[in-house]
């Protein structure tokens, strides 16, 4: 790490905390489910996951291994491929009329993220859904402690949702994700089976795989701890705390990974090494961003996802307008990063050599340029729309996508460089086509 980078600011944090769960990797590992859940104290058992898994091989797997451990279980499958607010209400009446003592999901991210959504909401119901986000959107009433015990199992190589206290979630009324962020809502234990990854469509890896790529990227560029504000309580800590040395450790790691394996796991199936190495690069990532934040690459995304049209994406069953989490993120970010790279060039400078850019002869002065190259070469040999015109946005389009862009205050903070909405607006308008 680059000492500087962490040097003490009148005022700032002078300590970080970090929290990961209990993590389990390796193929076949998805039938230590019901001795994993046992091992939680669990005897009756929500099981989340999603229509498309519920009748495949690994849903097949968790349940007889549930099942064999003498578990009662309940399947709760309404969750539609962007986890949104409808979803979370069904679940938490699922929750709340089913007498469990545990939850397992198993599914993208967001399954995860509604059954973490689901539990909250069906234990310690409230009168007003937005009353657990924070300010400005909601009234940031403090998310209750007393969750149950979650085993987690993700089954794609992006979110990290399994080793995070994130859910992120679509309102559908406001059209737009926001994030509800609770070291409560961490899950106990991960069971992470990169097997699960075989059967994935080339897109699906490839959004999957920027979606990690931009979570570690964005996390060791993300504003330092020290520069975050004191807590008075240390117990009120969020875990969006900006860089630390500890979400630094595994977004390197990370993000060697994305530049070693990404172009082999999108475009050869059968690279199970390519594969494996993307669903632990996911998982790292998730420990890192999960314990720092992301910050305008992801803020940019959700502009995307609020205002698309007539859109859909290759390898993904959904009507339109679609487009999948990873790739609204990939399309802003080569913008993103010539951007932020001028208020930390040696972070970028370090993040583009993890991701194999071309250094030859560069400096930390052109980090931003650097890795925006590399990031527009990675799109290309993964099939990512190139910018914002291959989701079906123009120019005169920017203003509305910077205006919703505005309400993710919190990762907008956690850009290294001080962001206004002006900024916003060049960086989509540079980010058109590349
Ligand atoms: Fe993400």
Redesign the pocket.
Same mark, same amino acid.
């Given at each position: 790490m680059g000492c500087q980078y962490f040097d003490p600011c009148d005022h700032g944090a002078d300590t970080f905390t970090i929290a990961i769960p209990k993590v389990t990797f390796g193929r076949g590992c998805l039938a230590e489910a019901g001795a994993r859940a046992l091992g939680l104290g669990m005897n009756r058992v929500a099981l989340f996951t999603d229509a498309a898994l519920h009748h495949g091989p690994y849903f097949a797997t968790v349940m007889d291994s549930l099942r064999a451990a003498g578990l009662d279980v309940a399947v709760f499958d309404e969750i539609t491929i962007e986890a949104d607010d409808a979803s979370v209400v069904r679940g938490a009446a699922f929750i709340a009329d089913g007498n469990f003592d545990g939850i397992v999901s198993l599914g993208g991210g967001s399954v995860m993220d509604v059954a973490k959504a689901s539990m909250l909401y069906g234990l310690h119901p409230v009168e007003d859904f937005l009353d657990y986000f924070v300010p400005p959107l909601g009234a940031g009433k403090p998310i209750p402690e007393v969750l149950l015990p979650h085993l987690a199992c993700p089954t794609t190589s992006g @979110?990290g949702s399994e080793c995070t206290s994130i859910s992120v979630l679509r309102i559908n009324e406001l059209k737009t994700k926001f994030v509800l962020a609770n070291p409560a809502l961490m899950a106990q234990q991960a069971l992470i089976d990169p097997a699960c990854c075989a059967s994935l469509a080339p897109m699906v890896v490839a959004s999957t795989g920027f979606?990690l790529l931009? %979570?570690a990227l964005e996390c060791y560029t993300a504003k330092a701890y020290t520069r975050w504000a004191r807590v008075d309580d240390p117990n009120k800590r969020t875990l969006i705390q900006g860089a630390n040395p500890w979400s630094d450790l595994a977004a390197r790691k990370a993000l060697e990974i994305v530049g070693e394996y990404l172009d082999r796991g999108v475009n050869d199936a059968d690279d199970l090494q390519a594969r494996d190495q993307l669903m632990w690069g996911a998982s790292l990532a998730g420990m890192a961003f999960g314990n720092s934040g @992301?910050h305008l690459g %992801?803020a940019l995304s959700y502009g995307v996802t609020h205002l698309m049209q007539d859109i859909t994406t290759d390898g993904y069953a959904v009507g339109s307008p679609f487009v999948p %989490?990873?790739i609204s993120?990939a399309v802003s970010a080569p913008s993103v990063f010539r951007y932020t790279a001028a208020a930390a060039p040696e972070r970028h400078f370090e993040a583009a050599s993890y991701l194999q850019a071309d250094l030859k002869g560069a400096t930390p002065d052109d980090s931003g340029e650097a890795l925006a190259t590399r990031l527009i070469e990675l799109m290309r040999k993964t099939g990512v729309p190139n910018g914002l015109s291959g989701v079906g946005f123009g120019l005169s389009d920017v203003p509305a996508l910077a205006q919703s862009t505005s309400r993710q205050v919190r990762a907008i903070a956690n850009s290294p460089r001080e962001t206004n909405l002006v900024d916003i607006e060049n960086i989509y308008s540079s980010a058109i086509s590349y």
């Open positions: @979110t979606d931009c %979570h @992301t %992801h %989490h990873g993120v």
